[in-house]
């Protein structure tokens, strides 16, 4: 890790920054450019630190507006018919059903307990049970899968 000056000329002119360079946990480099020393200095101490705490994200490998859309079609577009989602985050009361077993729709799959409030989720169509991922007890998070369905 290193902060060195940089002057480049640019249309005759001098033109100087601040070149910040280090590499990440997976010894990939990175460079960045500051206006002043000082402010090169602040960034390498602050990102030598995050790197020795394991927790530092370089700019390119942060999660850009493109990527996030990304991820989302790819959410979207997956077929996720065929299984029963947490709506949020709780904790698994019961699960009312066995694998194999065919249900209906309305009929109670399982119960989430979520801020003292317990939300029953019930079938949408008729369907047999494929996998249960989820036993009572549990704690899940924001669309973990709870079943599967054949």
Known sequence: MSVRKKIVHTKGEPVTWWLADYSDG????????????KEAAEHHDQTKTAIRAGRHV???????????????????????SKLLFCPMPGL????????????????????VEAMKMENVLTAE?????????????????????ILEFA
């Open 58 to 80: 370089s700019l390119s490998a942060a999660l850009t507006i493109a990527g996030a859309a990304d991820k989302w079609l790819k959410k979207v577009a997956a077929d996720t």
């Open 26 to 37: 997976a010894g990939k480099r990175h460079q960045r450019r500051f206006p002043t020393k």
């Open 125 to 145: 169509q008729d369907a047999t049970v494929r996998k249960i991922n989820a036993k009572k007890g549990d704690s899940l998070a924001l669309d973990d899968v």
């Open 92 to 111: 698994i009361v019961s699960v009312n059903v066995a694998v194999g077993q065919e249900v209906k729709a309305g009929e109670t799959l399982a119960i």
